[in-house]
């Protein structure tokens, strides 16, 4: 008997160590979650954007319109990434930060085609983000994110489920709101692994067009998100040159099998200049595999224009190395690359009707101090 009771002390000893110890990882958890977010919130800003009264029939009555984005300081002078939908066609982009202060800000610079854009505010020594690495990345990984929950700084936490290579995306479980397009996602070392770019609606029919983070619909289980290598090369480009330049290869492909298989090549274009001829399975690109059309297209795009290319070619069953001088997209060519569904506020007639009710609280306001 005496032995029982040792033994159950014993076991009831572990039991609670082990409570204990599991605890203990759940706060120094919640403690590491709390550090980011703390470390991170004067980095982040809410952005709303005016609009005019949109020549539509479902437009309203109510005046300008104005929408919600959200953004992050990546450069102490005043440098402000987030996309491209949360400032395009605006008339006037207003800038909220952390500690409540309301600016203005000027458009640096808009990229359509990956849907990134840098705004900028008139300050100096502003808080920033540290950018990471989104090449280590991976599936399972936990992702933070801060938006601006219309109005609010409020943090989702979820974890990348899919990473899209081809497409140079990948995708996180959150639940967010639409206002926050442009949110930085922190990895686990604190530090910015993307931003977030969009969802698609869970409620639209096959066939349909995505709705967008300015779009109707029920709130998403995910998001998309775009990497920050990607994103700060194209903010860089936007602060150096006010644009983005993308490569021009000057081929057609499509996928035969599990090829990339040339079907055209453009006269007067790099591809023909460097001997590339249609019936070409192209193997590599700058020394990365090709996983398909969509995968060589990203790549060459991102390319800078005047630099030497090596693509990998097998002709005829022999493979060779064929180097080009790529070229520069041409503006027609890159209006034609935008995305079909392009982001626009189509909830339009909501921030209308805000924009009204808020006009008529001041005027009742008014109404009320003249009485007195």
């Not at 840098?118 to 936990?142: C, F, M, W």
Request: glycine residues 10%; charged residues 20%; contains cysteine.
């Amino acid at each position: 008997m005496r032995s029982l009771c040792c033994a159950m002390a014993l076991c009831l000893l572990f039991v609670g160590r082990g409570w204990t110890e599991e605890r203990s990882l759940l706060c120094r958890l919640e403690e590491e979650i709390a550090a980011i977010l703390k470390d991170n919130r004067q980095s982040v800003v809410r952005i709303h954007t005016l609009y005019p009264p949109r020549a539509r029939a479902d437009s309203g009555p109510f005046g300008s319109v104005f929408t919600h984005g959200t953004g992050f300081i990546f450069d102490p002078q005043g440098y402000i990434l987030t996309i491209e939908a949360a400032i395009a066609d605006a008339d006037e982009i207003r800038v909220t930060l952390a500690s409540g202060v309301q600016v203005r800000a000027s458009l640096v610079g808009a990229d359509p085609i990956s849907g990134i854009a840098v705004i900028r505010v008139e300050a100096e020594n502003l808080p920033t983000v540290v950018v990471g690495d989104s090449q280590n990345i991976k599936i399972g990984h936990y992702a933070l994110l801060l938006g601006n929950d219309f109005g609010n700084l409020v943090p989702a936490v979820g974890m990348v489920h899919e990473i899209y290579r081809d497409t140079d995306l990948f995708q996180v479980s959150a639940r967010v709101q639409s206002s926050y397009g442009g949110a930085p996602v922190f990895c686990g070392n604190g530090r910015v692994g993307g931003m977030v770019w969009r969802y698609e609606d869970p409620i639209r029919a096959v066939g349909q067009d995505n709705s967008s983070l300015f779009g109707w619909g029920s709130m998403p289980s995910s998001v998309f998100v775009i990497p920050v290598n990607r994103a700060m090369r194209v903010a860089r480009a936007l602060v150096a040159h006010g644009q983005m330049a993308y490569g021009k290869l000057g081929v057609e492909v499509a996928l035969r099998g599990n090829e990339v298989v040339v079907v055209n090549v453009q006269a007067n274009s790099p591809a023909t200049e460097g001997g590339i001829q249609p019936g070409d399975v192209v193997l590599s690109y700058r020394g990365r595999a090709i996983g398909g059309p969509v995968h060589l297209k990203r790549m060459v795009l991102e390319s800078t224009p005047g630099e030497t290319a090596t693509l990998g070619i097998r002709r005829k069953g022999q493979v060779v190395a064929i180097q080009v001088e790529l070229d520069q997209m041409d503006s027609a060519a890159l209006i034609a690359l935008r995305p079909a569904s392009r982001v626009k506020p189509e909830d339009a007639a909501v921030y209308q009707h805000i924009n009204y009710l808020q006009q008529e609280v001041g005027r009742l306001q008014q109404i009320l101090h003249r009485d007195k």
